[in-house]
Nanobody
Framework: QVKVVESGGGSVQAGGSLRLSCRAS????????MAWFRQTPGKEREAVASMFPFSGRSYYADSVKGRFTLSQDNTKTTLYLQMNNLKPDDTAAYYC??????????????????????WGQGTQVTVSS
């Protein structure tokens, strides 16, 4: 059974940093792609960043470019999200998702990922001003 588990959330002041980790398990090799999303109450979940482990290609939402950085471990099953210069608007529950193939990892032209089936339980990030 495939699954992902997030860790690393917490509370920081504006301008601070946090690193989130997402570990995928149950895959024959590694996920085809992995991604981070975030959600605040009453709002739609939004994609923050994604990576294709074998190619190393990564994508970032405009709101986090230059502040957030993805990296992976040598096994390509753990995805890290380094978040620097955090802002109060970054406060949210952060979720990791992993996809087995190109269908699950499909991104729409509006930046959404409608096909992910494997999600973590989420980790809270709170940034105070």
């Amino acid at each position: 059974q495939v699954k992902v588990v997030e860790s690393g959330g917490g509370s920081v002041q504006a301008g601070g940093s946090l690193r989130l980790s997402c570990r995928a398990s149950g895959y024959t090799r590694s996920p085809y792609c992995m991604a981070w999303f975030r959600q605040t109450p009453g709002k739609e979940r939004e994609a923050v960043a994604s990576m294709f482990p074998f190619s190393g290609r990564s994508y970032y939402a405009d709101s986090v470019k230059g502040r957030f950085t993805l990296s992976q471990d040598n096994t390509k099953t753990t995805l890290y999200l380094q978040m620097n210069n955090l802002k109060p608007d970054d406060t949210a529950a952060y979720y990791c998702a992993a996809g087995r193939d190109s269908w699950e990892c499909r991104q729409t032209n509006t930046g959404r990922y409608p096909n992910f089936r494997t999600w973590g339980q989420g980790t809270q990030v709170t940034v105070s001003s």
